[in-house]
């Protein structure tokens, strides 16, 4: 009998909490479907105002003032999700109707939320505001303690354009703290005016620094970082930052290049010099040719790179290739290869690619 | 009127191009992808087209070459408004028979700018 009312006591007890749970999801439910819906009503009253304003010449900002807290959230969030999307004098108005409503403020002291994902996406307004004043609160993110946090920072900053930057993304990087795909693509963003700070960086960073340093360089075209990014494919003891340097000098295609890149061409490591072979048929170096046609007898992967290299120094190239490729040496067969290769590269660029798009 | 059609999936930039070439005079036209797009430009005929490249159903550029293919539209403005910024990217568009190309992020004000141009390069 004991045992009955326990067991009845307990089913009692379960089906309670399971109605409770039943109760709570509905409401938590009904809770989120009536906010949605809220949030659906004032984004289709307040978009096309915000629309229509910004489509207007020098727009009066202050006409458009949603009633209440919430709807000026979703404005705020409307005029953000622009800004991706637009560039010039309608890009500076919505900044400004941004500036004017507070939102700025709130999102810098909104990096110093509690919540990760709040400093996060305060980091990525900020970014895409790009206004200079608030560059040190996004940079101070670059410290935060949650990774997704950082590298948000990190975009973030890119976004911003603002040059002073650089240090603080290249630091981040040479201290592990953000990921190195991440802050290349910061640099890249904040363009060669950051040159000349990566080309200081070389002398003094970590490995993987002076890969992203060398990468940018040759990216940028940078011609007077020639020397110091020459001592790097010549002389640095890391494996990746060499060939990097080594690849940036053949993108920077100065003649400058062509000397580090032929001692290059003898390195230790094979992989570098096929690199040098790749970064000498870039430059274009027919000077280059005799060095390219001694690498054919090298390991396979320079051969392969040497051969390709002669395939793009024009005629002089390709007739050394013909000449090669008609012998039964083993460099003939690298030539013959390149050239093969060469022709239907060739027919498959040819300009009827176009029509048929 | 002139006529200009927009065919952009993105709806923030169809209404504020929209609202824009409204107000500068043009009757406007909107469509969402590039079938519909298509479609509206034989219906409508319009006098320019603002098309975007990436769009569900039909690209932008498949729209502008069966724009060029449409004998009552081969006359039409094009201008493809893309985020594709690579040298081979604009080359197609204009191989594919685009009178302009806008990448974007854009300034509304500047595509005002460029629908006249196209206009005045097509009159007569």
């Keep these: ?357 | 009127m002139t006529r200009v059609l927009i065919v952009d999936d993105d709806p923030d930039i169809r209404e504020l191009m929209e609202f824009k070439l409204n107000q500068m005079g043009f009757e406007v036209h909107t469509e969402g992808d590039g079938e519909s797009g298509y479609a509206a430009a034989c219906d409508v005929l319009p006098d320019v087209v603002v098309l975007d490249w990436m769009m569900p159903k039909l690209s932008g550029l498949e729209v502008c070459a069966q724009l060029r293919a449409t004998p009552a539209l081969e006359r039409v403005g094009v201008i493809l408004l893309t985020g594709k910024s690579q040298e081979a990217d604009v080359q197609r568009g204009f191989a594919a028979g685009a009178d302009d190309y806008i990448l974007k992020p854009f300034s509304p004000r500047e595509l005002v700018s460029r629908v006249e141009a196209v206009l005045a390069r097509r009159t007569p």
């Design chain 1, 1 to 357: 009998m004991t045992y009955n009312v326990s067991i009845s006591i307990a089913l009692a007890v379960l089906a309670g909490i399971l109605a409770l749970l039943t109760i709570a999801t509905a409401m938590r439910r009904a809770f989120v479907n009536a906010h949605d819906r809220r949030q659906g009503r004032l984004e289709a009253a307040l978009r096309p105002r915000l629309l229509r304003l910004l489509a207007t010449e020098d727009p009066d900002l202050d006409a458009l003032a949603p009633q209440g807290k919430h709807a000026g959230r979703v404005l705020d969030a409307l005029a953000a999700g622009l800004l991706p999307k637009l560039r010039g004098s309608d890009r500076a108005g919505v900044v400004e109707l941004l500036e004017r409503r507070g939102a700025v403020d709130r999102a810098c002291r909104a990096t110093m939320s509690r919540r990760a994902v709040l400093r996060a996406r305060a980091a990525e307004q900020l970014g895409n505001i790009g206004l200079h004043r608030t560059q040190p609160d996004v940079a101070r993110l670059l410290h935060d303690r949650h990774p997704e946090v950082r590298a948000a920072a990190a975009r973030a900053l890119g976004k911003q354009g603002d040059v002073e930057s650089a240090p603080s993304l290249l630091r981040a990087l040479d201290n592990g703290l953000v990921p190195a795909n991440v802050v290349s693509m910061a640099l890249m963003r904040l363009g060669d005016r950051s040159a000349p700070l990566l080309e200081m960086t070389l002398r003094e960073s970590s490995v993987p620094s002076r890969v992203v340093c060398c990468e940018l360089l040759g990216l940028f075209g940078a011609v007077g970082a020639v020397p110091a990014i020459a001592a790097i494919a010549t002389t640095d003891p890391g494996y990746w930052s060499r060939l990097a340097a080594i690849r940036a000098l053949g993108r920077i295609g100065s003649p400058k290049c062509l000397a580090p890149l032929l001692t290059c061409l003898h390195a230790d490591r094979h992989a570098h010099r096929a690199e040098a072979a790749r970064a000498l048929g870039r430059l274009g170096a027919t000077d280059a040719i005799a060095e390219l046609v001694a690498a054919l007898d090298d390991e396979h992967d320079v051969a392969f790179a040497a051969a390709a290299a002669l395939t793009a120094l024009g005629p002089e190239g390709m007739r050394t290739l013909e000449t090669i490729g008609a012998t039964p040496l083993r460099a003939g067969r690298y030539a013959t290869e390149a050239l093969i290769v060469h022709a239907l590269e060739h027919e498959r660029h040819a300009p009827s690619q176009f029509a048929a798009a």
